[in-house]
């Protein structure tokens, strides 16, 4: 079984009521069958952002975690598959997030995090 918490960026799918895919990279921690990201300080042109609005209308989320490397044969990726909520900021998830991206120690996430409940995790390997 791949362990992809090391890893620092995946990428989250969410797709609204008109179905239309709608992908952006996060950073995130895994606690057991859940994936925890925050809505950051990072610039972004709204706090109204797509993904939480998509995340309303349809709950259903996909993530991609992968490792690259020119040796193919090193290769990997991870998807996990649930159900999102957008949660009120959570002691335990902050505490994680910080402990894996040192920004978040010097600047908390003021806004809030999408918990995905993960139903699915598929993997694979190029080994």
Known sequence: MIDPSSVRVARLATAGADGRPHVVPIC???????LYTAVDEK?????????LRNIEQNPWVEVV???Y?????????????GRARIAELDERALELLAEKY???RDSPP????I?????????WTGG
């Open 115 to 123: 918990a995905v409940a993960i139903d699915v995790r598929v993997e």
């Open 110 to 113: 003021r806004g809030p995090l």
């Open 43 to 51: 610039p972004k042109r709204t706090r109204a952002l797509r993904r």
């Open 65 to 67: 975690i992968d490792h």
């Open 102 to 104: 040192p920004q978040y």
């Open 28 to 34: 995130f921690v895994l606690d057991g069958d859940t």
């Open 69 to 81: 490397e020119e040796d193919w044969a090193r290769l990997w990726w991870v998807r996990l598959r």
